[in-house]
């Protein structure tokens, strides 16, 4: 199948200013109020508002790290492969908050609950979320990696902290993939749901299309987010849309990036030739989350 690519001069969306900054791009028609937003202005990443993900359905999870995170002081984020030590390559996600079925369970022997019962309930403790939201207009601006072997991959998505945990999607959360990037210039987005067993996963309005030229190499990503929709956009442009399942719950923000092989083979292990991708980088000049005004 051939892979569509964006005409965009049918653009569906106008500028939003913001000062000192990027302007972002929101759908036409509409009124919007900035809700949340990290720049990535100064020195450091802003730990108030990110937390990494390093666990993965309960285990550690050995493709994902703390470090190759950091500002260049011109508002950008970098993210980048990191050799480790013991030979891994790794590379981070951040996350506004958790996923409560990658919470490790406490240690019973150190840890108990009221009932002094530690062996009905699966998870550590859930921790306090930096931010999670619901409705509205999700965007990044960001230059993807360059790597064109598929050893590493970015992406910027929402999650529920209960995604698969009930029969109804739209109660437990829809994992949004607002945008996910692999190589060769093709980008992906679109909805998971009903969690992640054989036979259960569902999807919907899920394109692949080709990224658009860009003159400084950063393209914006985004979705609208409304009670009974989503519609997906990049550059300005609609992707796709569905009502099908919307979720009703508070979700949130992942950018995040993975080295690729992990999850084959026996899980320890990286792509080979993934060395290739250590000085890739995976570049965001901002997130920022809007509400609608009615």
Known sequence: MAIPELDLTKQQCVKFEVEGHEPSLLPKGKKFKLAWADEFDGGTLDKSKWGFRTHFWQHKAPQFCEQGVSLDGKSNLIIEPVLMEDGRICSAQLQTSTNTLDLPKDDPATKSNPCGDNNFWPLGIIPEPKFQHRYGYYEIRCKLQEDTTRSWWSAFWLQSPSIGTAYKAEYCGVENDIMEYFSDGICTS?????????GNLKRDARVSYKTPESKDGYHRFGMLWEPDKYVFYCDGVET???????????????????????RKGDGTKHK????????????????????EIK
């Open 190 to 198: 679109g909805n998971f749901y009903n969690g992640y067993a054989t």
């Open 240 to 262: 796709s849309r569905t009502t099908k399942v919307v979720s009703q719950v508070e979700q949130f923000i992942l950018v995040s990036t993975e080295i690729e092989g992990y």
């Open 272 to 291: 080979e030739g993934a060395e290739c991708v250590l000085g890739d980088k995976f570049i965001v000049d901002y997130v920022r989350v809007f509400d």
